[in-house]
């Protein structure tokens, strides 16, 4: 087993799922052998139960502490074990790394192996990753270090190499379907175009009641091109009453969306919203290729900046300016 890993890949395929269960499975015990000699956690041992209760002496999970969404609207999720909070969405800062130093250094609680799981990875602000690089260089015994990240060509290159990527790709849609079905997700398969495929996604929209907004988003977005002022005065509307659904997933919709214009135009094919082919066809139709391409860079850059709008009006205004300016390009 490598010392330091990367399971890579886009958000929502269950790395940091898979992270947490790979650790369970390092520290158990008592190895449940029924699954062989390569078997799971038995959930029962000792380290079993303390990793479950979130205070297991061997384990760390290191995660971004603030600017947690959840943590933001009702706080309720900071009074979860480390072990069961999602990470939130601030920078990992170095004196969370540094912490790992004594935790890396000294010998292990019980016989056997520590662990450590950053998520996101790429969360790290460069002194925390500096930091970091330093332990991975030189890595004690026993000690393993587990990252997590669907953002992983941001992460410096010296981790990078230091690391063994595991790269998770999308399951297969029928799967992701009946897995989603039988936990009881309505809409499924509508949960999983969206998201791109990714079924813990899907979960964590419908959990959220998320659907219906970023359906009434897409109706905007799909409306015969109007003024800014009309669609960011829609968009306005539609935040007022919306569930789980804010400044971000509006600026991902639109990302979305756009990105489907773009396919569409570069290949004939849709990623996300293969239910509108005909008004994305008759969108793309007026657009031009490097308008989108422009109108795409520029929602990834407001995507970074997205969650502290000063105006939220003019924020809006700005996006629809943006996006409706890309769909004219083609006619001037
Ligand atoms: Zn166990």
């Not at 010998?107 to 460069?126: F, K, L, Q």
């Not at 936990?183 to 791109?196: D, I, P």
């Not at 290949?267 to 082919?277: A, V």
Request: hydrophobic share 45%; aromatic share 6%; net charge neutral.
């Amino acid at each position: 087993m490598p010392h330091a890993m990367l399971m890579a890949g886009p958000e929502g395929l269950g790395k940091l799922a898979f992270a947490k269960t790979l650790a369970a499975r390092l520290l158990c015990e008592q190895l449940n052998e029924a699954d062989g000699p390569d078997g799971m956690a038995c959930g029962h041992c000792s380290s079993c139960t303390w990793l479950v209760s979130g205070n297991h002496p061997d384990f760390r999970l290191i995660l971004p502490e603030e600017g947690d969404e959840a943590g933001e609207e009702g706080g309720e999720i900071s009074t979860l074990p480390a072990s069961a909070r999602k990470p939130g969405q601030g920078p990992i800062r170095v004196d969370q790394i540094r912490s790992l130093a004594d935790f890396v250094f000294i010998g292990s609680h019980r016989h056997g192996s520590r662990v450590a799981v950053i998520a996101p990875a790429e969360a790290m602000n460069p002194a925390a990753a500096n930091a970091l690089l330093k332990v991975l260089e030189e890595p004690p015994a026993g000690v393993y270090f587990i990252l997590v990240s669907s953002d992983w060509r941001r992460l410096i290159p010296t981790i990078r190499s230091r690391c063994r990527s595991i790269q998770f790709g999308r399951p297969d849609p029928e799967l992701a379907e009946r897995w989603l079905t039988e936990k009881g997700v309505e809409s499924a398969a509508e949960l999983l175009r969206l998201t791109g495929g990714a079924p813990l996604l899907a979960a964590d929209w419908a959990e959220q009641g998320r659907l219906d907004s970023c359906k009434k988003a897409i109706e905007a977005l799909a409306d015969k091109p109007v003024d800014p002022v009309a669609m960011s005065a829609k968009w306005s509307a539609l935040l007022k009453g919306a569930q789980g659904f804010g400044l971000p997933q509006l600026v991902e919709t639109v990302q979305k969306w756009v990105f489907d214009l773009i396919l569409l135009k570069m290949s004939g094919g849709l990623r996300y919203h293969q239910n509108w082919r005909e008004k994305l066809e008759m969108l793309a139709a007026n657009a031009s290729s490097t308008g989108l391409l422009a109108c795409y860079n520029d929602l990834l850059r407001i995507r970074a900046v997205v969650r502290h709008p000063l105006n939220t009006q003019l924020f809006l205004e700005d996006l629809a300016t943006r996006y409706l300016r890309a769909l004219s390009a083609g006619r001037a």
